[in-house]
């Protein structure tokens, strides 16, 4: 019988007979393995497979046949690529299901998702959450009888009609459109058979720890033209423990839910008559807004920033020069003629900066310029995107623009970096995330710019990160058309990335535009450009932050420090005394003068997650005391009114997160 050689993680080579399968050899290994293993990880040639996905490499069934020399690599629970496989396998396993009680419907297609899986249904009726029960339960007993999940290849006449038997449009419309080889793989799991390129895990056993969450619609193919399906969503973990864990933070992420908690303490409304995704800030939203910016103004200035502003709307040539016309008109409102002219509300504030640099000649000497706004830009988002503060069509951006020589460009991405830092600590944040994101060079056409400054920019972005110890993460094809970026995400309270700073170098806009300066040397040069946002938008970052506090902002953010709770109209010139002193040290304070007994006052306060509440009755008037109530440690005591401001403004002056 022909050997083949196979080469595994540690370096080791088996010579086994060929047509051995992944899991034979996990068996040699150790029954251990065998028993954990998911998938395989294939790749031609010698050596030793790397611990992710390359380009010559395959992720396989455990039963396939191995018929030539390969690395191999047995993958359990503990990798990435094994989850995805184990969702793909949970979403045969909801088909099977829905296929066995509603024999009529015809199927989509079913991929895995980051938390587990969804598979698309054409059905005269709707799904219901009795449906939804019952598929449950059908998955629980096919997946409780342990089905092998079975490869077989099919030719694509032989595949095409299989489908036209069972009314299947959409599989015959998939086989047409995606079987290009002669013979068609499908994967089996019981009755149920799907084409599918798979890998998939061995059998149905593992599928225990899984959900059916909601079902939307869906248009085949995400075409309106198309008819539209039933996509039933499902969470799916390797445990019952990671299940519940993310079903709780499932529910801990709706009570947090910053379009809630904007309601119920009057923070900012959307308003249906004047459009979908336009913010109106209430007063107690636009103090935030205001506490925000007035602290990232004073950071800007003391950074070496110079504040600018710049117009809301500017002719669309501009936008054409920019190339924001050719790359990024999809996400722009339609241009407003004027006169003859036509205008364009910006979608992004660089342009307006870049004249602002332009307005006189600078010298080596004048660089770096960093030009700051908080400008207020307005996209196009589609209404089905649009989400509370976190997708709007018109945004605060906390918006620079620094023109360097190259020699420059890392210090001064250091130094936005290190701001981003700044800015996540102050606020409350501890953990991050890094990405570099770089052009996709297989298409690029949807940038500007010469390939060899892609690949210095990418580069110099890199060691920058590299030199400051900086872990991250590159992908591909997620750069501004402009040029590579570094985002940071956030981690919040429980657990979720958000997208917050961005740092972008640009060699293509200070081209466009003919930037300038005059070197050392006598001669004109061009500027590099480095765009850079700490918040992302104003509106966004706060949306964050009302979900990462819960809507219990830190002392030095929040609308009401203070609420006072007189106990009867006898102390009421104790209280307006008290709150007097209160403001004259800067405290937002409110008293709460209404006719109700204390504790609806204290239930209130607490409702509006007020930091502090001073309860006042006829002891601390004539003692010239408060009685001290925090809305989480509950009653402090009473305490000698100059004590408590001064732990409120040594409270307030650390900016001490919740």
């Given amino acids: 019988m022909d050997q083949i050689h196979v080469t595994l993680p540690d370096g080791t080579v088996q010579e086994v007979p060929k047509g051995t399968t992944p899991l034979e050899i996990a068996r040699k290994i150790s029954p251990r393995l065998a028993d954990a293993a998911l998938v395989a990880r294939i790749s031609a040639g010698n050596g030793v497979p790397d611990s992710s996905a390359t380009d010559n490499s395959e992720l396989i069934d455990?039963?396939?046949?191995?018929?030539?020399?390969?690395?191999?690599?047995?993958?359990?629970?503990?990798?990435?690529?094994?989850?995805?496989?184990?969702?793909?396998?949970?979403?045969?396993?909801?088909?099977?299901?829905?296929?066995?009680?509603?024999?009529?419907?015809?199927?989509?297609?079913?991929?895995?998702?980051?938390?587990?899986?969804?598979?698309?249904?054409?059905?005269?009726?709707?799904?219901?959450?009795?449906?939804?029960?019952?598929?449950?339960?059908?998955?629980?007993?096919?997946?409780?009888?342990?089905?092998?999940?079975?490869?077989?290849?099919?030719?694509?006449?032989?595949?095409?009609?299989?489908?036209?038997?069972?009314?299947?449009?959409?599989?015959?419309?998939?086989?047409?459109?995606?079987?290009t080889e002669p013979l068609v793989s499908f994967y089996s799991t019981g009755k149920f058979i799907d084409f599918c390129r798979g890998p998939h895990i061995p059998s149905t056993k593992r599928i225990t720890a899984f959900k059916l969450m909601s079902v939307a619609g869906a248009y085949w193919k995400g075409q309106e033209a198309n008819p539209q399906l039933q996509r039933i969503y499902a969470a799916a973990f390797y445990t019952q423990k990671e299940l519940d864990e993310y079903l709780h933070r499932l529910e801990e992420a709706k009570r947090r839910d910053h379009r809630k908690l904007g309601v119920e303490l009057d923070l900012f409304s959307i308003q249906e008559e004047a459009g979908p995704g336009l913010i109106f800030w209430h007063p107690k939203g636009g103090l935030i807004r205001k506490i925000m910016e007035d602290w990232l103004r004073d950071e800007l200035l003391r950074r070496g920033y110079d504040l600018v502003v710049t117009p809301h709307i500017m002719k669309l040539d501009l936008w054409k020069t920019s190339g924001h016309t050719g790359y990024y008109r999809e996400n722009m409102f339609g241009p407003v003629e004027v006169e003859k002219t036509d205008y364009q509300l910006k979608p992004m504030n660089c342009p307006g900066h870049i004249l602002i640099y332009k307005a006189r000649m600078k010298s080596y000497r004048d660089l770096p310029v960093r030009l700051a706004e908080l400008g207020t830009v307005y996209r196009y988002e589609r209404s089905g995107v649009l989400h509370g503060l976190l997708r709007v069509r018109g945004f605060t951006q906390d918006d620079a623009h620094i023109f360097c020589m190259p020699s420059q460009i890392e210090s001064e991405v250091v130094a936005c970096v290190d701001f981003a830092f700044a800015v996540m600590k102050t606020f409350g944040f501890d953990k991050f995330e890094v990405e570099l994101s770089d052009w996709d060079a297989s298409h690029p056409e949807n940038y500007v710019g010469k390939p060899e400054d892609w690949q210095s920019a990418t580069s110099a972005l890199a060691d920058t990160l590299t030199r400051m110890n900086i872990p991250f993460k590159k992908i591909e094809g997620e750069a501004a058309f402009y040029?590579?970026?570094?985002?940071?995400?956030?981690?919040?309270?429980?657990?979720?990335?958000?997208?917050?700073?961005?740092?972008?170098?640009?060699?293509?806009?200070?081209?466009?535009?003919?930037?300038?300066?005059?070197?050392?040397?006598?001669?004109?040069?061009?500027?590099?450009?480095?765009?850079?946002?700490?918040?992302?938008?104003?509106?966004?970052?706060?949306?964050?932050?009302?979900?990462?506090?819960?809507?219990?902002?830190?002392?030095?953010?929040?609308?009401?420090?203070?609420?006072?709770?007189p106990v009867s109209e006898k102390v009421a010139d104790y209280a307006r005394h008290v709150t007097d002193t209160l403001k004259r040290h800067g405290f937002r304070v409110h008293l709460d003068d209404r006719n109700e007994k204390l504790p609806a006052k204290i239930r209130d306060a607490q409702l509006q997650k007020i930091p502090y509440m001073l309860v006042l009755g006829p002891k601390e008037s004539d003692a010239g005391t408060v009685s001290v109530r925090h809305r989480t440690k509950g009653d402090l005591g009473p305490k000698p009114l100059p004590e408590v401001i001064e732990s409120l403004t040594k409270e307030v002056d650390s900016k001490a997160a919740s």
């Fill in 483 to 565: 040029g590579p970026k570094i985002d940071i995400k956030l981690i919040d309270a429980i657990g979720r990335p958000w997208q917050l700073t961005t740092v972008q170098v640009d060699f293509n806009l200070p081209a466009r535009f003919g930037l300038q300066y005059i070197g050392e040397d006598g001669a004109k040069h061009q500027p590099l450009m480095v765009h850079r946002a700490l918040l992302g938008s104003v509106e966004r970052f706060i949306g964050i932050l009302i979900e990462h506090y819960a809507g219990a902002f830190p002392l030095w953010l929040a609308p009401v420090q203070v609420e006072i709770c």
């Fill in 62 to 179: 455990l039963r396939r046949p191995l018929d030539y020399d390969v690395k191999l690599q047995i993958l359990t629970e503990k990798d990435a690529d094994a989850l995805y496989v184990f969702r793909h396998s949970a979403a045969h396993l909801l088909a099977a299901a829905v296929t066995e009680l509603f024999p009529d419907v015809q199927l989509g297609i079913g991929p895995p998702i980051d938390t587990g899986f969804f598979y698309e249904f054409l059905r005269d009726e709707p799904f219901t959450p009795e449906d939804l029960v019952k598929i449950e339960a059908k998955m629980r007993q096919l997946a409780a009888q342990d089905l092998p999940n079975e490869r077989k290849l099919l030719s694509k006449p032989e595949a095409l009609e299989l489908y036209k038997k069972t009314n299947q449009t959409f599989k015959c419309e998939l086989v047409e459109e995606k079987a």
